[in-house]
């Protein structure tokens, strides 16, 4: 006789996205309760002073502010260029590479050409390579999944080492001076390839091109027959061949639109705001951006919301580390035990738990 197991889970329906919201409301809630008493246990501090620096980290000051929609921006952008490859199911971690592999071209430009031709047509020049750069490099690992299926988590993953190595050995060959073993800000007497300020506001320019992108993204990927095309690789790739569909061609595509996005990701680093070339300059945001990406079930508007989240704890866990006197050790412990109850929450968003109802024996 079969006995029937204590627990177990089952996949849960389609959750209206409302509920499904609350509940993650509910597990942030959760866990700022479970971080206040840690807090009081290990320092001795008022939890809400704590949670009130967090805060004031982020928005205290209008710098900031800014600082903080910058940073929101970039998280933004390299997440929604990886989240077309993620709604296929083609799980690209090479987002640090493909970004810094646009940071690349538009460092070369600004470099090489930047006294050479107008202004205008220099940002015109950076945008072309950095949006080839990051799509080749996207490329390469598509190309070899669609010809011969190899794997591309560990390619995409190993692309970033190279992507690292390449702009590691061009900072020493345009290292200013000779022997510091850094670019130093490019072209910082001429501004050659600097973008144009908005409003008197240096990062506003790319907070309106990755509002702009996310747009696209979602339309591209809800209303369109690409993104349709996708979706159903996505689910089955026997089903998409039955029906038509061209999988290798919507594999490589894909992946050269996700490339290409990170590209842009690399140029607006580059173009917009540090205006130098380092190995470090992405910082990791790639893998984040997958996190990202994956809580926002891969929906470019919501991937507004959980990019904010994402940059909100990581400003304010180093504002708290800086007010009160403690090391960044602290900061992260709170920053991934909020962030261990939201992915924890979407665990009972996508399953339901079983428990084994008692029988009573019939005389």
């Not at 849960?12 to 409301?25: H, M, N, S, Y």
């Not at 050659?192 to 790319?206: M, R």
């Not at 910082?283 to 809580?295: E, N």
Request: one cysteine or more.
């Amino acid at each position: 006789m079969n006995k029937v197991p204590l627990i177990h889970v089952t996949r849960r329906k389609d959750i209206f996205w409302v509920r499904a919201w609350l509940v993650r409301i509910i597990a942030v809630a959760l866990a700022l309760v479970v971080c206040g008493v840690i807090t009081m246990m290990a320092t001795g501090l008022n939890p809400i002073k704590v949670y009130a620096a967090m805060i004031d980290g982020a928005f205290g000051t209008s710098r900031r502010l800014w600082m903080l929609l910058q940073n929101i921006a970039i998280l933004l952008c390299i997440s929604i260029a990886l989240a077309p490859a993620f709604r296929m199911r083609f799980w690209n971690l090479g987002g640090d590479g493909q970004a810094l592999m646009g940071a690349l071209g538009a460092a070369a430009s600004m470099i090489l050409i930047g006294d050479k031709v107008p202004n205008w047509l220099l940002i015109l020049i950076m945008i072309v390579v950095s949006i080839c750069a990051g799509a080749l490099w996207a490329g390469i690992p598509a190309f070899f999944k669609a010809r011969w299926n190899t794997n591309e988590t560990l390619f995409t993953l190993m692309m970033n080492y190279v992507a690292v190595q390449l702009v590691a050995f061009f900072v020493i060959v345009w290292e200013v001076p000779k022997g510091a073993g850094k670019i130093g800000i490019i072209n910082q007497n001429s501004n050659a390839g600097w973008f144009p300020q908005v409003g008197g506001q240096k990062y506003l320019l790319n907070v309106i091109i990755v509002s702009v992108l996310t747009i696209l993204v979602f339309i591209y990927m809800n209303y369109t027959k690409q993104g349709y095309e996708l979706s159903v690789v996505g689910e089955s790739e026997p089903t998409a061949r039955y029906v038509g569909i061209k999988v290798r061609r919507v594999i490589v595509r894909t992946m050269l639109l996700s490339g290409a996005l990170c590209g842009v990701t690399g140029l607006l680093l580059v173009g917009g705001t540090d205006h130098t070339l380092t190995t470090t300059l992405v910082g990791g945001r790639g893998f984040t951006g997958v996190m990202v990406a994956w809580l926002a079930k891969f929906n470019p508007v919501f991937m507004v919301i959980t990019s904010f989240l994402i940059v909100f704890l990581q400003r304010g866990a180093t504002e708290i580390t800086t007010t009160f006197g403690l090391n960044q050790s602290f900061g992260d412990i709170i920053t991934g035990i909020i962030l261990f109850f939201i992915i924890g929450c979407e665990f009972f968003l996508n399953y339901q738990i079983h428990f084994r109802k008692a029988h009573k024996e019939v005389a």
